[in-house]
């Protein structure tokens, strides 16, 4: 069973940054698609980022290109969002997930963290 836990989430200022981290368990995630998601008040959940555990490919929204960047540690079995020049428009609770690399759709999913950001 896949287990992700989320951490690194608070409140910035506009422009500020935040580092947020997923430490995945239970399995080997050589052939796995890790990404991040995210999910503003009263917006459906949208994709930002995600990465090939194994070629190290990386792929972003248009929204977040530029200022995110999404990256493994395989030695800690963590991804990392590392988020600069934060906009209000960033506010959102901030999903990992994992899915097969072959998989149609993320089904795994860990419990968010909430990432603010003041005006």
């Known amino acids: 069973q896949v287990h992700l836990v989320e951490s690194g989430g608070g409140l910035v200022q506009t422009g500020g940054s935040l580092r947020l981290s997923c430490a995945a368990s239970?399995?080997?995630?050589?052939?796995?698609?890790l990404g991040w998601f995210r999910q503003a008040p009263g917006k459906e959940r949208e994709f930002v980022a995600s990465?090939?555990?194994?070629?190290?490919?990386?792929y972003y929204a248009g929204s977040v290109k530029g200022r995110f960047t999404i990256s493994r540690e395989n030695a800690e079995n963590t991804v990392y969002l590392q988020m600069n020049n934060l906009k209000p428009e960033d506010t959102a609770v901030y999903y990992c997930?994992?899915?097969?690399?072959?998989?149609?759709?993320?089904?795994?999913w860990g419990q968010g963290t909430q990432v603010t950001v003041s005006s």
């Open positions: 997930a994992a899915r097969f690399d072959t998989a149609a759709a993320y089904n795994y």
């Open positions: 990465i090939n555990w194994s070629s190290g490919s990386t």
């Open positions: 239970g399995r080997t995630f050589s052939r796995y698609m």
